[in-house]
């Protein structure tokens, strides 16, 4: 167990339709990350935050955004979501902006 | 950006065997290594990393090495046992600029330990 804790693990909806995955960094971890995976573009990074401040994107969509609140959570939203956006996400924390990163079990997404 | 290639894509061997898994990485200022094993509906696991002020660190059965004027890195998992059957990550962070503490992974190796 990483101290990550990612909900829910599972979501199934529909195209069109809009999600919000939530994630909670290990106790004092100030950093927080999203990934996605899937079986054709393997683990790609997302977007990272620390202490409530978005410090790094990568090849997010414009349909996707994420926030980090004041106790440290975080929460991915997607919307509009097709057909290729069912993968796994991952969220994963660390103590400082590249530290070593904890990962959580994961949210499975699948869009119908 | 990093670019990370990772081999082989699978890999098979016997109980006992010792494995090896290579790879490079485009990106000269990235100073963190770190490797991550995923088993089957699990999330990624750090299992071993190493810093570019450093060639070589062992844990237990695992063993990590670092060519940093080559640019590549390689994973060493000796006496394999079944339970080491899962995919394996390699990763690169670089060391500052926008892309600091962003993770670029490798493509995976299917380690399977046949008993």
């Known amino acids: 167990d990483s101290g990550v804790t990612q909900t829910p693990k599972h979501l199934i909806t529909a195209t069109g339709q809009r999600v919000t995955l939530r994630c909670s960094p290990r106790?004092?971890?100030?950093?927080v990350y999203w990934y996605q995976q899937s079986l054709d573009q393997g683990l790609q990074f997302l977007i990272q935050?620390?202490?409530?401040?978005?410090?790094a994107k990568g090849n997010i969509l414009e349909r996707f955004s994420a926030q980090q609140f004041p106790d440290l959570h975080s929460e991915l939203n997607l919307s509009s979501l097709e057909l290729g956006d069912s993968a796994l996400y991952f969220c994963?924390?660390?103590?400082?902006?590249?530290?070593?990163?904890?990962f959580g079990p994961g949210t499975r997404l699948l869009v119908l | 950006g990093e670019n990370v290639e990772q081999h082989p894509s699978t890999l098979s061997v016997q109980e006992g065997d010792s494995a090896v898994i290579k790879c490079t990485y485009s990106?000269?200022?990235?100073?963190?290594f770190p490797w991550y094993k995923q088993e089957l509906g699990k999330g990624p696991q750090l299992i071993i990393d190493i810093r570019s002020n450093v060639g070589e660190k062992k844990d237990q059965r695992i063993a990590v090495t670092l060519n940093k004027t080559a640019k590549h890195f390689s994973l060493h998992i000796t006496e394999t046992q079944p339970e080491d059957s899962a995919v394996y990550f390699c990763?690169?962070?670089?060391?500052?600029?926008?892309?600091?503490?962003?993770?670029?992974f490798g493509q995976g190796t299917i380690l399977t330990v046949h008993p």
């Open positions: 106790s004092g971890d100030l950093s």
């Open positions: 990763a690169a962070i670089p060391s500052g600029g926008t892309s600091y503490g962003k993770l670029t």
């Open positions: 935050y620390y202490n409530g401040e978005e410090r």
């Open positions: 994963a924390s660390s103590g400082l902006q590249g530290g070593t990163q904890y």
């Open positions: 990106d000269s200022a990235s100073n963190y």
